[in-house]
């Protein structure tokens, strides 16, 4: 079951100046800096509330970033959403007749499982779903 939103993704050119832009607007800096080596991309990440942002940069221009930047220019690239169950929910999706991206879920990010859905199969917004990893102390 989808929880809440987890976070809101921005496609940036430069992940340095967009920070600077986004400490502005929101009177604090980012928490976290990241780097995904497999999927070619530095995120960024703003706690604002109750609500996280999420901003990425390609480190490649072969990433998914990068081709939507070419593609789209800067903006909003995705919104992500907490499941409890990653598994169940692509199995519960799939019946829904949803398009998954990657089968399996992948790392990503600030420690979460991951997995897409194809913005063909809903409305044209690439949604991610994101799962909290166990930490194994």
Known sequence: ????????????????????????????????????VSEGVKTSFFKVGANKIELLEATNGDSPIAKFINKR???????????????AEISRLKEEGFVVLNEKPKIGADNKLVVFLHPKSTNGVLIELCQEIANKE
Do not use: C, Q, R, T
Not at 10 to 23: Q, T
């Open 73 to 87: 220019g800067e903006g909003i690239h995705h919104i992500a959403f907490k499941v409890n169950d990653i598994e």
């Open 1 to 36: 079951m989808i929880n809440k939103i987890e976070h809101i993704g921005i496609a940036v050119k430069d992940i340095k100046k967009s920070n600077e832009l986004f400490e502005k607007l929101f009177g604090k800096p980012h928490y976290k800096i990241e780097e995904v």
